[in-house]
């Protein structure tokens, strides 16, 4: 007996040194050259992207509760379906009466185009009205196929924030607005006496339930005869709205600490008209926006945007309408943002509540018009419109920055015209030449987007896995190929916008029936996954790179700030929390204009395979990807390191080649046990930042890095 267990204590202690010398890789080395500054980081890369649909806002960061409160999007019947309900969609009557008359109204209405029109003929012992159980779009674009159901739910001691607009023909009684779970089971009630004659009027009040309503509705009726319309109607938890956005969603923004936020889009804004979502929010026009086929209620335009963006303190990035705008409606824009009170548009912007203006400095030309949205057009027209929207925007304000669209575009004849793809990349042949040929002289700044495949079809967890954490390599390449083209066709090279960019989940497509010539192909793919820390550690790589090219990188916008499932912070009715991402956000974003140090590394390497999709092999990059840069007061650095070896440890050293290091170091470490980790609202600190200070020896520091690990160096010097 003792034998055998000797001989296992023996066993075991071998096993576990093997394990030991398995899951953690020779020594690396990182030295930062504190003389050796490469250019001032702007911290305009930490920038994020939001857009009016994909749930950025309503569903989002906006505090509003009510789907389709504006009652625009009509109701969703079947083809085949010939009974009408009555009611717009996201809205349904609360019950079903000979009695009881509904009909989305397009003939009067508060807001453009529609109202709800509500008729009770006799009296009866059900309510005439009209009821919603709370659901959102997650990817409107996808239509009702991509929506989630989202019951409300109702406690004790919140309080609810109501607004509506009510016109009235000839009820005698009151209107009533209530939440519970059913007009049988009514946990709070307002009851409106209305106003004399039948004019539009706006009503307040306040419901506070009384008891916990897990399955919730929200109920708009009348119970004694008469007709009324009802439109605009705005419901708003007190304690989480802060002047129509989510008070926590803001708190966690700041954390995220973003310095620049683009805004509206995206595709959206190949067909947005920016005043349509100005003056009263109530009487705005809800509209259907072709491009993202979904209705938008422009709660948040241009003062609301800015009104976000200075909450937060960041610069606003706006984007302008190339595909169904004009340069007159985008000179426009930019004087009702930037002019005077005594211009025409500064005048509206100053009887809108705001005098003062706004001085948005950056604007992008377009979005992604190589792509078949609203407006799309080959580079050569696009140089050429751009140069018309261009002269018109500086005439008013000549001293705002444009950004140009540009793309990772395809050589001419790379694709035939029979392939399947061709219909959908049949603009993007040759697009930086003939953009930059066009309009090289009035670019300040060329857009560079970049969507970096995951998923890719007939290739293993652990390739895919090792895949993205290359994405910045990948990168790289396309950022080398657009700085040839900027030399060979303008002669001079635009700092980069990288203003829409992320890791993305990649649709699973099928193999081309045509062949095609060697080359990169943009990925069209959208994502539907939530954040994980494979995604915060494959992007840092991303902030990294443009660290070391800090000359060349003058903005960016992080793909999205707040959305369903893919934001940096995730936003639900009642709660929101950060994302891994944000998490790595908040160790990167620094307002300070920090400068990069050359930073050099010595580690081992590692190889991937080329994939399906585009994603090309990548030979001998090093396990260990590292940034430093040092701030204005020339004391505190900061030092990035990602270590992308996925299973084993790496025990490093950091040394300061022309300084010292004083005192203790501090080190935040992002990390899980699982490289697919994430945050959920059951379990929002799987994935967090620890914290800790390490004794540096001289001007050296000596750690051990996790696998799958973000670790940041903050080093004070002597």
Request: contains cysteine.
């Amino acid at each position: 007996m003792k034998k055998t267990l000797s001989l296992s204590l023996t066993l075991l202690l071998i096993g576990s040194l093997c394990v030991k010398a398995f899951t953690q890789q020779a020594a690396a080395s990182i030295t930062v050259q504190l003389n050796n500054p490469l250019g001032v980081i702007n911290p305009n890369i930490y920038g994020h992207f939001t857009e009016l649909t994909l749930s950025s806002f309503e569903g989002a960061i906006s505090s509003e509760l009510l789907f389709n409160r504006k009652f625009e999007a009509p109701e969703e019947r079947d083809i085949n379906q010939i009974v009408f309900n009555g009611t717009a969609a996201g809205w349904e009557p609360i019950v079903l009466d000979t009695k009881v008359s509904l009909v989305r109204d397009t003939q009067v209405y508060y807001s453009p185009t529609a109202s709800q029109r509500i008729t009770l003929t006799d009296k009866t012992d059900v309510p005439a009205g009209i009821q919603q159980s709370g659901y959102q779009f997650v990817m409107p674009h996808l239509s009702r196929n991509q929506r989630v159901d989202s019951p409300f739910r109702f406690a004790t001691g919140e309080r609810y924030l109501l607004r509506v607009a009510i016109k009235n023909k000839d009820l005698q009684g009151q209107v009533h607005v209530a939440l519970g779970a059913s007009y049988k089971q009514i946990a709070a009630k307002v009851s409106l006496d209305l106003k004399q004659g039948n004019d539009w009027s706006v009503y307040s009040g306040e419901l506070r339930p009384s008891e916990l309503v897990e399955n919730g509705k929200v109920m708009i009726f009348i119970d004694t005869p008469g007709t009324i319309w009802v439109d605009s109607v705005s419901l708003v938890r007190a304690d989480l709205n802060d002047d129509g956005f989510r008070k926590d969603a803001l708190e966690l923004t700041r954390k995220v600490n973003p310095p620049l936020i683009r805004w509206p889009g995206g595709w959206f804004v190949s067909d947005y008209h920016w005043q349509d979502a100005i003056g009263p929010i109530d009487r705005r026009p809800a509209v259907f926006n072709r491009a993202w086929n979904a209705y938008v209620s422009n709660d948040v335009g241009t003062d609301e945007f800015v009104s976000l963006c200075r909450k937060i303190g960041a610069e606003p990035y706006i984007t302008v309408n190339v595909g169904t705008g004009t340069p007159e409606e985008a000179a426009k824009w930019v004087e009702y943002t930037n002019g005077s009170a005594s211009t025409p548009m500064g005048r509206l912007r100053a009887q809108n509540g705001h005098q003062q203006p706004y001085g948005i400095k950056y604007w992008n030309v377009g979005n992604e018009e190589y792509l078949p949205t609203l407006g799309a057009t080959d580079g050569r027209q696009y140089g050429r419109t751009f140069n018309l929207f261009a002269k018109a925007m500086r005439a008013v304000d000549p001293n705002i920055k444009l950004v140009a669209v540009g793309a990772s575009d395809i050589p001419s004849g790379v694709i035939p015209r029979e392939h399947p793809l061709w219909k959908i990349v049949r603009y993007m042949p040759d697009w930086n030449a003939q953009v930059l040929k066009e309009s090289g002289s009035a670019i300040d700044y060329y857009s560079l987007h970049y969507y970096a495949p995951e998923d890719v079809p007939g290739h293993s967890a652990e390739e895919v896995d090792q895949a993205t954490m290359v994405i910045s390599e990948n990168l790289l390449r396309k950022v080398n190929q657009l700085w040839k083209q900027m030399d060979q066709f303008a002669g001079k090279r635009y700092p980069i916008a990288f203003d829409e960019w992320s890791l993305k989940v990649e649709k699973e497509a099928k193999p081309p029936e045509v062949p095609i010539k060697n080359v990169e192909l943009p990925q069209l793919g959208l994502h539907m996954s939530a954040l994980s820390l494979r995604q915060a550690l494959a992007e840092a790589t991303v902030y990294n790179l443009m660290h070391r090219y800090p000359n060349d990188f003058v903005l960016g916008s992080r793909s999205l700030l707040y959305a369903y499932l893919i934001g940096l912070i995730t936003i639900r009715r009642d709660n929101a929390l950060m994302t891994p991402v944000g998490s790595m956000m908040e160790l990167y974003s620094t307002r300070d204009s920090c400068k990069s140090l050359t930073t050099q590394v010595e580690s081992g390497t590692f190889s991937t395979k080329a994939m399906n999709g585009g994603f090309p092999e990548v030979k001998e990059a090093k396990y260990l990807d590292a940034s430093s840069r040092i701030h204005p007061d020339g004391k505190r650095v900061d030092v990035f390191v990602v270590n992308r070896n996925l299973t084993q440890e790496i025990s490093t050293n950091i040394s300061l080649a022309g300084g010292n290091i004083g005192g203790a170091v501090e080190v935040e470490i992002l990390n899980a046990s699982d490289l697919n980790a994430m945050n959920t609202f059951a379990e929002p600190n799987r994935v967090t930042v620890t914290r800790k200070t390490i004794n540096a020896s001289g001007n050296s520091i000596a750690f051990t890095l996790p696998p799958h690990s973000l670790v940041k160096f903050v080093i004070q010097q002597k």
